[in-house]
């Protein structure tokens, strides 16, 4: 079983930085991919960056090409998402998310951990 913690979430205006972090625990964290996603009401959850259990392979939704990065850090069993230019169409609940492999998938179902969400509002 996998826990996931998300934090750093909150207001910022539009142009501004924010960074997100998952501390993960109960498995091996280099034995699994992670992804981000992220959530409106009424709306579907969709991706918005995901790595790979190495670290070494990522994917960005096209929203966020060039202004999000993800990376994680195996020693301290966390992921990261630096969030950069954002705009206020960013604004949603972010969610970080483990998969039982160490490839990352790009939809929901490839994922079996979910944290509990942390919000971001981008104001204009």
């Known amino acids: 079983q996998v826990q996931l913690v998300e934090s750093g979430g909150g207001l910022v205006q539009a142009g501004g930085s924010l960074r997100l972090s998952c501390a993960a625990s109960g498995r091996t964290f280099s034995e699994y991919a992670m992804g981000w996603f992220r959530q409106n009401p009424g709306k579907e959850r969709e991706i918005v960056a995901a790595?790979?259990?190495?670290?070494?392979?990522?994917y960005y939704g096209n929203s966020v090409k060039g202004r999000f990065t993800i990376s994680r850090d195996n020693a301290k069993n966390t992921v990261y998402l630096q969030m950069n230019s954002l705009k206020p169409e960013d604004t949603a609940v972010y969610y970080c998310a483990g998969s039982e492999t160490r490839w990352y998938g790009i939809r929901q179902l490839e994922y079996t951990y979910w944290g509990q969400g942390t919000q971001v509002t981008v104001s204009s």
């Open positions: 790595i790979d259990s190495y670290g070494h392979t990522t």
